[in-house]
């Protein structure tokens, strides 16, 4: 889910979208020069029919014995027209394709470098759009993917309009011709790398709000998976001391015997808690032994009987026998608490 967190909050880090914003900038300018300009290569080419112009001009009917060389600057959607018969290749104004030239050389490997060239500006303006939103906007995962899917798209754009490069126009249209990059294809290929370069930084650098750390390196998620751990431990701690009190209760309640009597059931504790210990050892082990010894010096609670009444007061008297019960199991513990030392309870 996008958040607004305000204006100029950057809420993935001032110096990453800083980075960012800057490498889109940087890449939409050197794309928009490249793809506009007449200088992106230079066709050299031999011709009997003239220069450029004169070559593909519908009214030129004159070819010459002899083939001349000629140079020429030319871009995606325009070419540097020279300002005079004697004036040198790079010397002249941008013009666009006349028809007539279009009709000669448009085939498809021209077509397609002009297209992935117009795509690659289109994308760098939504990169630079989108880059400036991360000031002010906290991206989730989805929407960080497609960032980093779009600045890739401009890196591969960018390096398809190089298909120029195998249009008939660098390669058949003459008798002999070839084509080499010019200012506009060197600028293209600084964008090509800038545009890698806001990849790499959204991938490596740009995360979810709830994975941005904090002056601790910890992010939201880190925290709150610390807080369910947290949670989980002290659940588990809770239950092995219930089943810890289960047992002892279990204990004691096992080592009280049941007489009849006249009018009722005696129950007698010869045996309490200290005579038993919460872990699962031998009987024979010391800590049972000392446990023993313990138990034996301690006034062993006293017997009590208790009739069992027979009419509706049974539930009354299950209560009553349940809370002398937990009765004697607090006289236990207290006994055994008096007689621990007090270096171990300030460990506790």
């Given at each position: 889910m996008t958040n607004f967190t305000g204006i100029f909050t950057f809420p993935h880090g001032g110096m990453i979208s800083a980075g960012l914003l800057l490498a889109a900038c940087a890449a939409l300018a050197a794309t928009t020069y490249s793809v506009a300009s007449c200088r992106l290569v230079v066709l050299s080419f031999i011709s009997n029919t003239g220069n450029f112009e004169q070559t593909f001009s519908r009214y030129?009917?004159?070819?010459?014995?002899?083939?001349?060389?000629?140079?020429?600057?030319?871009?995606?959607?325009?070419?540097?027209?020279?300002?005079?018969?004697?004036?040198?290749?790079?010397?002249?104004?941008?013009?666009?394709?006349?028809?007539s030239m279009k009709d000669d050389f448009a085939e498809p490997d021209f077509e397609i470098a002009r297209g992935f060239g117009s795509l690659a500006v289109l994308l760098s303006f939504i990169a630079v759009l989108w880059s400036f939103l991360n000031s002010c906007i906290a991206w989730n995962v989805f929407q960080i993917i497609i960032l980093s899917f779009l600045l890739l798209s401009g890196t591969f754009a960018s390096g398809m309009t190089f298909m120029f490069f195998r249009s008939d126009l660098c390669n058949s249209t003459f008798p002999e011709s070839a084509c080499r990059i010019d200012e506009g294809g060197?600028?293209?290929?600084?964008?090509?790398?800038?545009?890698?370069?806001?990849?790499?930084?959204?991938?490596?650098?740009?995360?979810?709000?709830?994975?941005?750390?904090?002056?601790?390196?910890?992010?939201?998620?880190?925290?709150?998976?610390?807080?369910?751990?947290?949670?989980?431990?002290?659940?588990?701690?809770?239950?092995?001391?219930?089943?810890?009190?289960?047992?002892?209760?279990?204990?004691?309640?096992?080592?009280?015997?049941?007489?009849?009597?006249?009018?009722?059931?005696?129950?007698?504790?010869?045996?309490?808690?200290?005579?038993?210990?919460?872990?699962?050892?031998?009987?024979?082990?010391?800590?049972?032994?000392?446990?023993?010894?313990?138990?034996?010096?301690?006034?062993?609670?006293?017997?009590?009987?208790?009739?069992?009444?027979?009419?509706?007061?049974?539930?009354v008297y299950i209560n009553s026998r349940n809370q002398r019960i937990d009765e004697i199991l607090r006289d236990i513990q207290d006994s055994e608490d008096r007689e621990q030392p007090k270096s171990t309870k300030q460990e506790i």
């Open positions: 030129n009917q004159v070819e010459f014995d002899s083939f001349s060389e000629y140079k020429v600057a030319l871009g995606l959607f325009q070419w540097l027209r020279p300002n005079g018969d004697d004036a040198n290749w790079d010397d002249g104004t941008c013009v666009g394709y006349q028809q060197l600028i293209l290929v600084a964008g090509a790398i800038l545009w890698f370069a806001g990849f790499l930084v959204t991938v490596l650098f740009v995360r979810p709000l709830d994975r941005v750390a904090d002056d601790r390196g910890l992010t939201p998620y880190d925290r709150s998976q610390a807080r369910e751990s947290a949670a989980a431990k002290e659940k588990r701690r809770r239950a092995r001391e219930s089943r810890r009190q289960e047992q002892a209760k279990s204990k004691v309640l096992d080592g009280l015997t049941y007489e009849e009597e006249d009018g009722g059931i005696a129950i007698i504790t010869p045996v309490t808690a200290a005579s038993y210990s919460y872990d699962e050892e031998d009987s024979n082990s010391p800590r049972k032994q000392k446990a023993s010894k313990k138990s034996s010096s301690r006034a062993q609670p006293e017997a009590y009987s208790d009739p069992v009444p027979q009419n509706d007061e049974y539930e």
